[in-house]
């Protein structure tokens, strides 16, 4: 790889790290740490517990010392930058999550909304709780009025969505290209799971030639309705949470060919009104052919959750959905063991052997494993229409569920994070910024080089490979107007001239880089 030196005029932008002395209040996340681990019985009581006492009292001095650096605002801002987010490792300032600041200094009040990323964060409440507490240690505050929200559901994702998925924040795909190893149970009460900790959810079942949606919920319409005006589906609904699928439109199952299902999949989740969703839950058909790449490329999914069951025959098939979700950018989460055993006469069996969920983290580095035990009740529920964690929402299986729900709302966080900061432009030293998600490294790329190696029909010929765009027709001084995310795998970058650049990360890695950039002082920034 060749490395392009920086010119003079390049400047690296001013680090404002925080001082050693100045103390934060970290919320710990217990359930998704960064080596892999197997998730069994943590109650959600117990992680809350375990996430309050992690956080350690801030000391009057620290606090009285806060008030002279400055305004009002700057004091109660200060203090909450205290709070750091676990799963972005940013306070909650630089976050962004602190809106409608409102200081009255005369009678010591202050009130603001924390906009949180989703409503189902697993730790708003600590977020809540710890706002009020470091606001309330400035001396002149005597009255604290903190207000939660979340963000509006969109997606992260540029580019032409069709109409139904442009208010859906995430999309999560439950796969296991095997059938019979309780896919369709686990994306059901993992959506439902994801309702119950405040989310909009809606389920899509992609099963066309056996939808099991139908039977594992009773919605009182069972039929799928038309908008005649939008010519667009009105999903049905149960408990609160939407449901699309094919058993819902009075046509049973399936019996066609390959090209006609994707059609049909096609229509049913894209011109559907979700409306707005925090997540779209997808239960995929078993398999990697036709329906499921089809799928993956209409769709931007954010995640997929991997299911298993312990045979090793399970395992060979799960192994290649995997890898077809590698290949297309999109990241793995979770892995979800079905199956497992069951307890009688105080011993533990193991009637499907040990070891393919493991095997499957161990292979291809998917940090999160879950296990579920046999249980006639978790059977019994998805066949009277009725998941098992709303009839049981305090028990084993409930609280297994709750661990997955917290794993996919956390690791969905990251994700969006990570893809919304992977390419910027950083105006002070004139450079693009590339750190590519589920990457430690970053570097730096001149605009004018990254614009030169663009390879779309309009910069190099299709047929011959011919360069189109010559190195003099681009500015040395051009500037990227904006930069935006295109799913897991590439940004788009719109220049002045109009002209709108894919820009993949594996392309992106392989650019000359600039070095030997200048350091900034913090008098020149």
Not at 59 to 64: F, I, K, L, Q, V
Not at 68 to 84: F, N, R
Not at 137 to 152: E, F, G
Request: glycine fraction near 6%; include cysteine.
């Amino acid at each position: 790889m060749q490395l392009l030196h920086a010119p003079s005029s390049l400047h690296l932008s001013f680090n404002n790290s925080r001082p050693q002395s100045e103390k934060s209040f970290l919320l710990s996340s217990a359930c998704c740490s960064s080596h892999p681990q197997r998730h069994q019985k943590p109650t959600w009581i117990s992680y809350k517990r375990s996430v309050l006492s992690s956080i350690t009292p801030k000391s009057a001095s620290a606090s009285t010392s806060a008030i002279s650096s400055g305004t009002a605002e700057a004091d109660v801002l200060k203090a909450l930058s205290q709070i750091i987010d676990p799963d972005f490792g940013t306070d909650i300032v630089s976050c962004g999550f602190v809106k409608d600041l409102q200081i009255n200094e005369a009678l010591g009040e202050v009130s603001f909304r924390l906009e949180l990323t989703t409503p189902a964060c697993p730790i708003k409440d600590m977020f809540e709780q710890k706002a009020n507490e470091v606001v309330a240690m400035l001396p002149w505050v005597k009255n604290v009025n903190v207000t939660m929200s979340a963000q509006p559901a969109r997606p992260v994702f540029a580019g032409q969505l069709p109409a139904g998925l442009q208010t859906i924040s995430n999309i999560i795909a439950v796969s296991s290209c095997k059938g019979g190893v309780g896919k369709s149970t686990v994306a059901v009460n993992l959506a439902y799971t994801l309702a119950g900790m405040g989310a909009r959810v809606g389920i899509f079942d992609a099963d066309v030639y056996g939808p099991s949606l139908p039977t594992m919920v009773s919605p009182e319409n069972r039929l799928l309705e038309m908008n005649p005006e939008k010519r667009s589906i009105i999903p049905t609904e149960y408990l609160g949470v939407k449901l699309v699928s094919f058993g819902f439109a009075g046509q049973g199952r399936a019996i066609m060919r390959g090209p006609m299902v994707s059609g049909v999949i096609n229509q049913l989740l894209t011109t559907t009104e979700w409306g707005e969703l925090d997540y779209l839950v997808i239960d995929m058909p078993p398999g990697t052919g036709d329906i499921q790449l089809t799928l993956c490329q209409v769709v931007p999914l954010t995640a997929a959750v991997i299911v298993t069951t312990p045979q090793k025959l399970a395992f060979i098939d799960v192994a290649k959905g995997v890898r077809m979700f590698s290949k297309l950018k999109v990241p793995c989460v979770a892995v979800v063991e079905n199956m497992c055993h069951f307890d009688a006469d105080g011993k533990r069996y193991y009637p499907f052997g040990r070891g393919s969920g493991s095997q499957v983290v161990q292979q291809f580095g998917i940090p999160h494993l879950f296990d579920l035990p046999i249980r006639p009740t978790l059977s019994a529920s998805g066949d009277s229409g009725m998941p098992e964690v709303v009839a049981d929402p305090l028990g084993e299986i409930a609280q297994t569920f709750q661990n997955l729900g917290v794993c996919v709302v956390q690791q969905c966080a990251k994700i969006r994070q990570q893809v919304s900061t992977a390419v910027t432009y950083d105006k002070f030293i004139k450079a693009i910024r590339v750190k590519v998600p589920d990457s430690e490294e970053e570097f730096l790329l001149h605009p004018a080089t990254v614009r030169r190696n663009d390879r779309s029909a309009q910069s190099v010929d299709e047929w011959t490979g011919e360069q189109k765009l010559q190195y003099a027709d681009v500015p040395e001084d051009i500037e990227p107007e904006e930069i935006r995310p295109m799913g897991n795998y590439a940004v788009s970058i719109t220049w002045p001239d109009g002209f709108s650049q894919i820009a993949p990360y594996d392309q992106l890695q392989t650019i000359e880089r600039l070095v030997d950039v200048p350091q900034l002082t913090p008098a020149q920034a």
